[in-house]
């Protein structure tokens, strides 16, 4: 559908049916290879922005290296060459969602998303293959359809940390040297055997785990890998003795002498990104925000904001949205400035740039701000009890909002916006509360090997609050969303 002489007198918020029906997968369709074409556009302008000379050296870099969390790529790599990761990464999902021919739906963009997102800090193009070779085989096997299985494939790419560890270090020795990798063929047949044996797994887990939380984690996925990886990481390394890998140790002195990153580039790049997704809807939309006023008031539990608005309003959201999480991060990073007793945190780094991407994972199936809001909230009510203790107490302050772990854990805890919409702000803010309390805990359990942590988390959290909400018989205060 050629975007330019599209009419969009035939799309309207409140005529959804009709939308999502007829245009809403052509939309997520052009507005995911707009994503990726923005990534092919900002790669050669990294390049040039960070002066990166060695580009196709960093790329293989990263292509070559254990990816466990965090791995920096922006670090390991490049601003260009990780931006071209993302690219390539992004239209081999563009490619799978046309050649499935599969009608795209919420899951499918938020399918999309992680997979980009994760392009960043841990996922790459050699990586993400073996998992969605074995969710494709196991479609075949058991007769079912890959087109409506397509989202659980992008899902399970959540799993590359371990493809590239086998593939790359487990068999050959317990370091790494970044500058000179190597594979052996019993490495690769692990990773592939993984990858297959993954792609029968993950789809068996997600109904059962989705139960477990009962739709109050968006990021579904998050606790069904996060539960397999511990699985894994124990039997692989512990029970078998051999010695977990650390993250691969980086050098690269110009890039850490950056006190917030890549702040100027990621800022201009998001900032052209969200003003296009607010344009196009605005234009799809009948020329107008009608129905998005309507969309904040969702209770962001039970709702498909694809269904239910239409992908012109999803559109508007992803864009108002974004800025929301581009004015926090911007916000926390200077915090320390201000006030000095805090540690220094982190900037525009290859994973606080990906967690933008995952923050806005499920900006067309429920999440939006005003129920996002407790939940950053909650994270910032944790940071200021530490602070009160820790000043009573008379110790350091060990963190900041502005940390990695707690940008990385925000991000994935929206996915608990639900609370705060079912319950009230005050339930939201707890749920917030408590996630923050975990996410830097919870990648331990599985080593770093599940890139959806934070969704792993935030299903933990909601595993603690819904059995206390119940046994305590707290009411929710609003009713679902209706059609």
């Known amino acids: 559908m050629n975007f330019l002489h599209y009419n969009p007198k035939h799309i309207s918020a409140f005529d959804a049916e009709v939308h999502h029906g007829k245009n809403a997968h052509k939309l997520i369709n052009i ?7 923005s990534f092919f556009i900002a790669a050669p302008l990294g390049v040039w922005y960070a002066a990166e000379t060695d580009f196709w050296a960093n790329l293989y870099r990263i292509l070559t290296s254990p990816s466990k969390l965090v791995t920096d790529y922006f670090a390991l790599g490049g601003l260009g060459s990780t931006f071209f990761n993302a690219a390539i990464c992004g239209l081999a999902s563009n490619m799978i969602m046309l050649l499935s021919r599969a009608q795209a739906k919420a899951t499918t963009f938020a399918g999309y998303m992680l997979v980009v997102a994760h392009c960043f800090y841990g996922l790459n ?26 989202h659980i494939a992008l899902f399970s790419t959540a799993l590359g ?37 993954a792609g029968f797994v993950v789809p068996a887990l997600l109904p059962g785990t989705t139960a477990m939380h009962r739709g109050f984690n968006m990021y579904k996925a998050g606790l069904a890998i996060g539960i397999l990886g511990i699985f894994i990481y124990s039997f692989m390394y512990k029970s078998l003795g051999i010695n977990a890998p650390e993250v691969v140790d980086i050098v690269n002195p110009e890039y850490y002498a950056l006190k917030y990153g890549y702040r100027g580039f990621v800022n201009i790049y998001l900032i052209i990104l969200f003003t296009m997704a607010i344009i196009m809807g ?59 007793f805090l540690p220094q945190g982190v900037g525009f780094t290859g994973p606080t740039l990906g967690v933008v991407f995952a923050a806005l994972t499920f900006s067309a199936d429920g999440q939006q701000p005003r129920t996002i809001f407790p939940i950053v909230l909650g994270y910032g009510l944790l940071f200021a009890v530490v602070c009160g203790i820790c000043g009573v107490m008379d110790i350091r302050v060990p963190w900041s909002l502005s940390n990695q772990g707690y940008i990385n854990g925000l991000a994935f805890s929206t996915g608990l916006c639900a609370f705060s919409g079912k319950y009230g702000w005050k339930v939201g803010t707890l749920a917030g509360f408590l996630s923050a309390i975990i996410c830097t805990s919870t990648s331990e359990m599985h080593g770093g090997f599940v890139l959806y942590n934070g969704g792993f ?15 305590y018989k707290v009411k929710p205060k609003f009713e679902d969303d209706t059609h």
């Not at 193009?125 to 397509?150: A, D």
């Not at 988390?457 to 046994?471: K, N, Q, S």
């Open 161 to 197: 940390p371990f493809i590239s560890d086998f593939a790359f270090r487990y068999t050959i020795t317990d370091t790494f040297d970044a500058t000179n990798p190597q594979i052996t063929v019993l490495g690769v047949i692990f990773a592939l055997l993984f990858g297959i044996a």
């Open 457 to 471: 988390t935030a299903g933990l959290t909601a595993l603690v609050l819904l059995p206390i909400l119940d046994y």
């Open 282 to 340: 605005f234009i799809y939309n009948r020329n107008s925000f009608r129905g998005y006023k309507e969309l904040l008031k969702s209770v962001s539990y039970g709702v498909d904001f694809l269904d239910k608005f239409g992908m012109s309003v999803c559109l508007i959201n992803f864009g108002v949205y974004g800025f929301c999480i581009l004015a926090y991060l911007n916000t926390v990073f200077v915090l320390p400035e201000i006030f000095g």
């Open 31 to 37: 507005f995911t290879l707009l994503i990726t074409l």
């Open 125 to 150: 193009f050699v990586n993400m293959w073996p998992t969605i070779l074995g969710v494709l085989l196991f479609c075949k096997i058991l007769k079912k359809s890959f087109r409506e299985n397509l």
